[in-house]
Structures are given as structure tokens and as C-alpha cells.
């Protein structure tokens, strides 16, 4: 039984009591608007689908008005006592988060209780999900009111499927650092126990990526990012509406008879509309500006337009908000005594909720929407009204900060902040032709038809599949006798063969000392056997020095890779260097870095290489030692050029080597995809993924990771001393095969 538990900060309904009689209603916004939408339509997936968010009432409330509540979905409600609810969400959410990640830093109020109860209610979420979740339940967390919410769930039940959705902006790093580094580490790492986070757009995205590389000093690869042994996955998901439902819904009796209505109320003038949630976000304001400037501009249109602004109450009891309201009541009651007569106003204004059949009336109504928001992160509204003209006629103003101006390019586009603008675009579109009215609106709805908000969904959930799908080919498959026995008639058959052997850690046990860890004269016994076999080409695929490596093995029938790659020796020659020139220089600087590390943390050293370097803190003090490779891994981040050095987080080691050297791309030039009948890789640490990841859709190749942490390889074994049996039982085949 396949279970989805959607998770948002308020469930979907309002509830209402007028004297006994309790009612309800959709709540406004587009989170709720989208995601009802999805799971009034998804029947195949999910046996059984629950939202849980706060209920917005008292519990003796919604215990009256719950059976009355038809959906084809459950509820569980929780109800987060009054003070800590304000703090978390009219304070860090909506006092912090909200402002910041719409590019308005000064509204943001710092305020540590803020932060406490917003975890405390995170925790509260986790509680109230982890009594009824099971490790096989999928999760998807939505919005900003429950970053931290992923991985406190992934804390306790690791396996479970986690999606994360952003309805609004992610904001650039310059932004994000203004928040204190603490709940920046806790909202990012928060996120990131999720298996996929979504957001609108590649730039959220991006910026997202950007934030956790800089904050959380992670390796990222593409869209991934490599957290805690997982893979987590981003990605772009602009999110639809339901087409059909708006479509459809402007032919309903009860739609037609409000149009109606308001065809007759307009008389012959012309009718702009827009509607939105109050939010200083939104661009109001600047919209009442832009039509001001429109009718200075244009007195002609005097008595010919009117402008219907219908504002949704929202969050008033956060005083910018409610500062908000009362400039834009004076402002509209000033415009109108300023332009308006008694015969005509022109903007007609209405602060309350409409009706889905008065919105459904107004979008099919009007001549033009213009929708102006300073930063959003979609815009649904300007989807619904494209949505709903089956006329195809009516002209979208759309300001080009809104996460929707990417899918539809043939609004009238604005900068929200250019009020000349705004008004020539007013008069462009009261002015289009029916015909091109008709050739841009069919062009936005071919597009948001086909990709609605089922297909967003669906997008989103094939992504956390192949998320999922990947993590499991990833865990721990042990080199069992089966896959051995499967390997040695491989090689058996195999008449040519490469061997990609990884030194420290797989053919050599760590030593607190690199220079320790010389070969035992098993490894030195079974390299010469491998090598000498004619059909062998063997590779000692090392991150050491080439002078170790020359001084250990140099003497054997192989050949050596050394640096991750920077220099190659082929057997019986000398030894070749892939590197680029301006690596050494910068590489000095680093050496410099390092050098203080030294300095203030004893027992750690620098390992010099030619074209690498590395500080040591494996014989360090454990605590110190963690906190200096933490700052200096940051310094590395913040001051390297990543054209030109790549910085690898390793076993107690942190190192620098050339950008574009790896051991990936080392060991392609030596893989014959034709000729090469038996591929075996064994390597241990992150810079062996490389490898894996070249030998990945290669059928002769056989991938072996030494240690259980996730990986590419194909298979696991515990132990170099494994390693060790395993080359045996290869070179014991060998040498019986020989004496046939
Ligand atoms: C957030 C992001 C992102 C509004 N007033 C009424 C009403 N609505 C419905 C609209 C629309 C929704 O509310 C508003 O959605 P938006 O997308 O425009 O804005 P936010 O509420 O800020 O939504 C936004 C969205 O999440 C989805 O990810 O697009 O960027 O800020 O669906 O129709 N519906 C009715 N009466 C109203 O008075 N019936």
C-alpha cells in the first residue's frame, strides 16, 4: 500500500462560525489552490493520500466541522498553541523568511525567539507525522514555513521518501549570508533531507545550489548534491494550474450570469482586473502608479477605462501588512477624487475574497489583467486568467519578476518598478487587435494546457523515483560468492584484460603515517602474477606522489597513475604529466593557507605533491583538528579558483589538486571499449567515484567500492585484506589456466 502524506503549513480549508452555523471554504492562496488541485486528480499512486497542516481554528471547531469537509483526501490537523504559532508564523516565517527570500532584507526582523518557536513548531510537525508514518510512506513537505522539517524526519526513519517543493523565491547568496549563520546551516541542511527540492525556476534552483556550496561546503555535481552519504537531488519544476478547471469552468451557468453582471456594470468601457493576496509583494502600489501615469498620459481614456483591484485580506496582523492596507485605501480614495466624477470612478476596489464563480466572472470580463508583482515566486493568477479565456481575447500585463513571465512570453511584459512603462503597456494592450489578442493568448495556453498542475506534480514525483531508484542501486551490495564465481569466468574467458587497483585503502590499509603504508609482500606478490600475465594491462590508480608510488611499485609489470591523475607512467616507460601550468602558482598560495593551519594545529602536516597538496590532521587532537579542517575548508572554498583547483574533503585529509584532473578521466584513456573483454576497478574513497562513474554502462567492467558507504560501484567488499583474496583467486585462475 503506497501512502502520500502532503505537508504544508495550514490544511486547505477555512473554517467559519456565523452565530451556530459553521462553514467552509478553500483557503485563499496558490500553494493550496495547486496542490488541491493535484490530489482532487491523482487516483492511480496513492491507496491513500493525507494533508497535514495547522487547522487555522480551535480544535472544538474543527471537531464540528470536519465531517462536513467532502474531499477525496484526509486531514490531519494540528493545533500549535497561539503564542508559539505567531512567533513561528507571522515572526520567522513570514517576519523573516518571506521578506528576505523576496528580495525585501529590510523588512526582515531578526529575532531569535523567531527562529526557537519556528523549530519548535518544525518539531511539533515531526511528532505529529512520525506517529502514523511508515518507512515505505512517501512525504511531501511544502513551503517555507517547514525547511527544517526533511531531516528531522530523515533523523529518525533514514529510508523514507522525502519531496520538498518552494513555492516562493530562493534568493541569491548575497541575500541569504544576511541571515545568522547558524539558521542558515539549519534551514539548508534542513532541506536537504529530502530526496528532491524543487523549486520554480533554474535560477531558484541555482541560487539554491550556490547557497548550500558556500554555507554547507558540500560537493555538488550538476543538479546533485552530495549530503551526509546521499545524493539529493534539485530541480526546476514550474509549477501549472488546472487548465480544464478554468477552461471548462467559464461556460458554468453560475459564471456566465457574474460576467454578465459585470459586462453591464462596465457599459462600454474597458475593463482592466487583477487580484492577489495582500502582500507588499505583489507590486499593488506600483500597479495603481502605472495606471495613474496611464490616465496622465492618455487623458482620452479618462471616463473610457475602469480598473476593478480586488485585494485579499492577508496576514494583517503583521504590521507591515496592515501598513500596507491603509496606503493603498488612501491612496485609491485620493486617485479617485483626484480623476474620478460623479459619473465615473476609476478604480473600483474591493477588500475581500471572491467567490471561485466572481473570479471565474472577472477573468472571462475583463479586457485586461494586469498583474504586477515585485518579485513572485510563479504567479498563479496570471495562469488562471489565460486559462480561462476560451474566447482567446483579453491582453495579460505581466511583470517580468514573476517566476511565470518564463513560460508566458507573449504577456505584455513589465519591470514592475517603471511606471512609464506600465502605462504604454496599458495602452498597448487596450489597444491590440482581436487578432493578435487571439495568436498570443493560443500560444500561452498551448503551453499551460499541456503542462498543468498534474503534470507539475507529475514531474516532481518521477524525479523522487529516480532519485529513489538510484539511492537503492547505491546501497551496500556485498561481493558475494555468486558475484565472484560470475567474475572469475569473466576473466577466465577474457583475453584482454584492465585492472584499475586504488592504493590507500584498498591494496594498503591506512596508516597514521602516509609514508607508513608500503606494500606487504602479498600486494607485491600478486601485482607481479597480475602484471605478467600477458593479457593483463594492471593500473595502480593512486592519489600519492609519483616518487612513492615509483619507489613501492616501480619495479612491477604495471602501470603507475599518480596525483588522481596528473601523471602517468605506462609499464616501462617514463613517466608523462597531465596538468596545466597556471596550477603550480595557485598551489603555492594554498601551500601558504596551509602552512597556518600547521601553525595552530599541532600533530597536522602538509603532504607536498606536484601538482597537489595536502594538509594531514589524522594524528592531530580529534577536537581542534575538526574545527580548524572546517575553518580552513572554508577558506578553501571562499579564496580557491574552482577554473584552476578542485578542493577534496577527504579520510582526515584535506586536498587541493589541478581542476579537471581526476581519476575518472585519467582511467579513460586507457579503457578500449572494442578490445577490452574484462574491466575490474576496486577503489575505496570519493575520488575512486570517478572512476565508477566512467565504467557505468560499461558491460565488461566490474566495479568493487572497499568499505559500505553509498556508491557507484556495483558491488562492496569490507577489507583491503579482502581485496588481497580477491587478486588472489584471480592470479590462481591465471596461473592454472597457464599450465593447461
Ligand atoms: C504562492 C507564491 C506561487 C486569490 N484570491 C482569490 C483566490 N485566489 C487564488 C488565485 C490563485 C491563488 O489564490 C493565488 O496564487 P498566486 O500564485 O498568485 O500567489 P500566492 O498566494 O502568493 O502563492 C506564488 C504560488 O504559491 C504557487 O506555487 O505561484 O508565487 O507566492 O490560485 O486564484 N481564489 C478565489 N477567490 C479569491 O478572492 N476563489
Redesign the pocket.
Known amino acids: 500500500m503506497s501512502r502520500l502524506f502532503v505537508v504544508a503549513n495550514r490544511l486547505p480549508v477555512s473554517i467559519e462560525k456565523q452565530g451556530e452555523k459553521i462553514t467552509y471554504r478553500?483557503a485563499?492562496?496558490?500553494?493550496?489552490?495547486?496542490v488541491s488541485a493535484f490530489l482532487n486528480k491523482e487516483n492511480n499512486r496513492f491507496t491513500q493520500k493525507t494533508w497535514v497542516g495547522t487547522a487555522g481554528c480551535s480544535e472544538k471547531l474543527w471537531q464540528a466541522a470536519a465531517d462536513s469537509i467532502d474531499t477525496d483526501y484526509d486531514f490531519k490537523p494540528l493545533f500549535i498553541p497561539a503564542k508559539q504559532y505567531d512567533q513561528y508564523y507571522n515572526g520567522f516565517s513570514n517576519s523573516v523568511l518571506w521578506p528576505l527570500f523576496h528580495y525585501f532584507p529590510s523588512f526582515a526582523d531578526y529575532q531569535p525567539s523567531f527562529f526557537e518557536s519556528y523549530l519548535k513548531v518544525n518539531v511539533e510537525f515531526a511528532g505529529t507525522l512520525l506517529r502514523t508514518l511508515n518507512a515505505d510512506d512517501t512525504v511531501w513537505i511544502h513551503?517555507y514555513h517547514l525547511l527544517p522539517l526533511a531531516a528531522m524526519l530523515r533523523k529518525k526513519l533514514p529510508g523514507l521518501t522525502i519531496g520538498f517543493?518552494l513555492?516562493?523565491?530562493f534568493p541569491s547568496y548575497e541575500l541569504f549570508r544576511v541571515i545568522p549563520r547558524e539558521w542558515q546551516q539549519e534551514l539548508l541542511s534542513g532541506m536537504l533531507g529530502a530526496d528532491v527540492v524543487g523549486f520554480?525556476t533554474e535560477d531558484y534552483q541555482s541560487h539554491f545550489i550556490n547557497c548550500v556550496k558556500k554555507v554547507l561546503k558540500v560537493r555538488t555535481e550538476n543538479q546533485e548534491i552530495y549530503w551526509q552519504g546521499r545524493s539529493v537531488r534539485t530541480g526546476a519544476f514550474p509549477?501549472g494550474?488546472d487548465f480544464e478547471r478554468f477552461n471548462s469552468g467559464s461556460t458554468n451557468l453560475e459564471v456566465l450570469s457574474k460576467r454578465a453582471e459585470y459586462l453591464r456594470s462596465k457599459q462600454d468601457k474597458q475593463l482592466l482586473f487583477s487580484?492577489?493576496?495582500l502582500?507588499y509583494?505583489?507590486g499593488v502600489f506600483n500597479r495603481l502608479k502605472g495606471y495613474r501615469e496611464f490616465l496622465v498620459q492618455n487623458p482620452g481614456y479618462r471616463g473610457k477605462v475602469v480598473f476593478a483591484l480586488?485585494i485579499?485580506p492577508?496576514r494583517d496582523s503583521i504590521g507591515k501588512y496592515a501598513e500596507r492596507k491603509s496606503m493603498i485605501d488612501e491612496y485609491i480614495g485620493n486617485f479617485n477624487s483626484r480623476f474620478g466624477n460623479i459619473g465615473w470612478q476609476p478604480v473600483i476596489y474591493q477588500y475581500?475574497?471572491?467567490?471561485?464563480e466572481?473570479?471565474l466572472g472577472l477573468y472571462t470580463a475583463c479586457d485586461l489583467a494586469l498583474?504586477t508583482?515585485l518579485r513572485?515566486?510563479?504567479?498563479?493568477?496570471?495562469?488562471?486568467f489565460v486559462a480561462s479565456r476560451r474566447d482567446k481575447q483579453g491582453v495579460l500585463v505581466l511583470s517580468e519578476m514573476?517566476?511565470?513571465a518564463h513560460e508566458l512570453t507573449e504577456a505584455l511584459l513589465i519591470n514592475p518598478n517603471d511606471r512609464k512603462e506600465i502605462a504604454r503597456m496599458i495602452r498597448a494592450g487596450l489597444e491590440m487587435s482581436p487578432a493578435e489578442q487571439e495568436e498570443r493568448m493560443t500560444a500561452m495556453q498551448n503551453r499551460i494546457s499541456s503542462y498543468n498542475v498534474v503534470t507539475w506534480a507529475k514531474a516532481f514525483f518521477a524525479e523522487l523515483d529516480k532519485v529513489r531508484h538510484a539511492q537503492q542501486k547505491s546501497e551496500p551490495q556485498l561481493l558475494d560468492n555468486f558475484a565472484k564465481a560470475k567474475m572469475l569466468e569473466k576473466y577466465n574467458k577474457a583475453e584482454k584484460r584492465l585492472l584499475l587497483l586504488d592504493y590507500d585503502g584498498t591494496l594498503a590499509p591506512f596508516a597514521a603515517n602516509p609514508g607508513d603504508a608500503a606494500p606487504l609482500p602479498i600486494v607485491i606478490q600478486l601485482l607481479k602474477k597480475l602484471g605478467s600475465d600477458p593479457k593483463n594491462s594492471v593500473y595502480i590508480v593512486s592519489g600519492r606522489d609519483s616518487v612513492s608510488l615509483q619507489n613501492w611499485l616501480g619495479h612491477l609489470p604495471v602501470g603507475l597513475i599518480a596525483e588522481h591523475g596528473t601523471k602517468i607512467r605506462h609499464q616501462g616507460n617514463e613517466w608523462q604529466v597531465r596538468s596545466a601550468p597556471e596550477t603550480s602558482m595557485a598551489l603555492a598560495e594554498v601551500e601558504r593557507l596551509m602552512e597556518q593551519f600547521v601553525n595552530q594545529c599541532p600533530g597536522s602536516f602538509i603532504e607536498k605533491k606536484d601538482f597537489s597538496v595536502a594538509w594531514h590532521y589524522r594524528k592531530a587532537d580529534i577536537a581542534l583538528s575538526g574545527v580548524k579542517a572546517k575553518q580552513l575548508l572554508n577558506a578553501l572554498m571562499t579564496s580557491v579558483n574552482a577554473a584552476v583547483l578542485s578542493v577534496l574533503d577527504g579520510h582526515k585529509v584535506i586536498e587541493v589538486k589541478g581542476a579537471n584532473i581526476n581519476k575518472g578521466l585519467a582511467v579513460k584513456e586507457l579503457i578500449q571499449p572494442q578490445s577490452q573483454d574484462f574491466i575490474l576497478c576496486i577503489g575505496d574513497d570519493q575520488t575512486d567515484e570517478d572512476m565508477f562513474k566512467v565504467l557505468q554502462d560499461n558491460k565488461a567492467a566490474f566495479t568493487v567500492k572497499v568499505g559500505n558507504e553509498p556508491t557507484l560501484a556495483a558491488h562492496n567488499v569490507l577489507t583491503p585484506y579482502l581485496v588481497h583474496e580477491l587478486l588472489q583467486r584471480l592470479s590462481i585462475t591465471a596461473e592454472a589456466m597457464q599450465t593447461f
Not at 352 to 356: E, I, R
Not at 376 to 384: H, P, S, T, Y
Open positions: 478553500q485563499s492562496g496558490g500553494l493550496v489552490t495547486a513551503d517543493f513555492h516562493i523565491p520554480h509549477i494550474v487580484v492577489d493576496r502582500d509583494t505583489k480586488v485579499v492577508s475581500g475574497h471572491l467567490s471561485f466572481e473570479l498583474i508583482p513572485d515566486g510563479m504567479n498563479l493568477v496570471a495562469k488562471e514573476a517566476g511565470a
